[in-house]
Nanobody
């Protein structure tokens, strides 16, 4: 499968960041696929944010759970990240990825900066 992130590159503090991952080459409802959002702040490592399963179940990082939601549009074969009440500490490269049968597929990533 191929994945492509899209969304705003600049978000103001306190706003909600919304990013969409468009999937091609496979359906997001295909059994045993797991769809995730991961980010990398500048100078830091990768941070898992949350995952949606092929059935629509969601799992979130404990540290981000209160601000994060993942939804999907099966008609468009997309899944979306919403991160509420952003601060400059949410500045990062955001990636979507897919996992199934020991294979990882990644989007190219999109830079998001939180600044007024």
């Amino acid at each position: 499968v191929q994945l492509q992130e899209s969304g705003p590159g600049l978000v103001k503090p306190s706003q909600t960041l919304s990013l969409t991952c468009t999937v091609s080459g496979g359906s997001i409802t295909t059994n045993y696929y797991y769809w995730s959002w991961i980010r990398q702040p500048p100078g830091k490592g990768l941070e898992w944010m949350g995952t949606m399963s092929y059935s629509g179940s969601t799992y979130y990082s404990t540290s981000l759970k209160s601000r994060t939601s993942i939804s999907r549009d099966t008609s468009k074969n997309q899944f979306t990240l919403n991160l509420r009440s952003v601060t400059p500490e949410d500045t990062a490269i955001y990636y979507c990825n897919a996992y199934s049968d020991s294979v990882w597929s990644w989007g190219q990533g999109t830079q998001v900066t939180v600044s007024s």
